[in-house]
Structure formats: structure tokens, C-alpha cells
């Protein structure tokens, strides 16, 4: 089993930057693939990004790549979000997610793990 905190959210104007942190507690972090999800308002929670632990080879949704960055630091047991260039439509509850093993995917019931979420406002 492995927990998983959420933090960095806050409110910024569009095309500002925000920095969002996936830390972990439990098993072998680094033996998890750690995807970040959001859900806007009135809306189904959707993948933005993954990281494998293997090779940190990474995966982005069309409408962040460019901008989201996903980045991991086993030894501190916490992946990263960077997001630059920000929209309104960036606008979510945005979650971390981990599943077992080196595969990414961006299929929600893929991760059995999941943190509590953290808030992103952009203001136009």
C-alpha cells in the first residue's frame, strides 16, 4: 500500500506557473507509476500526465503537452508537476495516482492509489 499527499495547488493568473507535488509514504515508491489526474467543475476526472519509475519515460495529454512537465525524485519519495503557460481551462482538482509496476497509462481504473487532490485556479 502506498499514501499519497497532494500539494502546490493555489490560484494564479493565466499564463502563470504552479508547481504541484506528489509525496509518498509506504511501499517502494519508486516501483509505482505515478499518474496526475484532474476533475474541473461539472465534469469527469480526466489523465494529464504519467512517469514510469523504470525509465522515467513520460506521458502527456494533447492539451498540456509543451506546457506540464512531470518530473520524479525517488529519493525523496515525490513526483512533480510543473505547469507553465496556464489557462483558465486548466482549472481543477488535480490528483496524483499510483499503480504497481513500470507501465503508464492513462486509464483511471488502472491506479488503485490515489491522494486526496489539490486545487488549481487560473484566472483569466
Known amino acids: 500500500q502506498v499514501q499519497l499527499v497532494e500539494s502546490g495547488g493555489g490560484l494564479v493568473q493565466a499564463g502563470g506557473s504552479l508547481r504541484l507535488s506528489c509525496a509518498a509514504s509506504?511501499?517502494?515508491?519508486?516501483?509505482?507509476?505515478i499518474g496526475w489526474f484532474r476533475r474541473a467543475p461539472g465534469k469527469e476526472r480526466e489523465f494529464v500526465a504519467a512517469?514510469?519509475?523504470?525509465?522515467?519515460?513520460?506521458y502527456y495529454t494533447d492539451s498540456v503537452k509543451g506546457r506540464f512537465t512531470c518530473s520524479r525524485d525517488n529519493a525523496k519519495s515525490t513526483v512533480y508537476l510543473q505547469m507553465n503557460s496556464l489557462r483558465p481551462e486548466d482549472t481543477a482538482v488535480y490528483y496524483c495516482?499510483?499503480?504497481?509496476?513500470?507501465?503508464?497509462?492513462?486509464?483511471?481504473?488502472?491506479?488503485?492509489?490515489w491522494g486526496q487532490g489539490t486545487q488549481v485556479t487560473v484566472s483569466s
Open positions: 495516482a499510483a499503480r504497481w509496476g513500470s507501465e503508464i497509462t492513462a486509464i483511471t481504473t488502472r491506479y488503485p492509489y
Open positions: 509506504g511501499r517502494t515508491f519508486s516501483s509505482y507509476a
Open positions: 512517469i514510469s519509475w523504470s525509465d522515467d519515460s513520460t
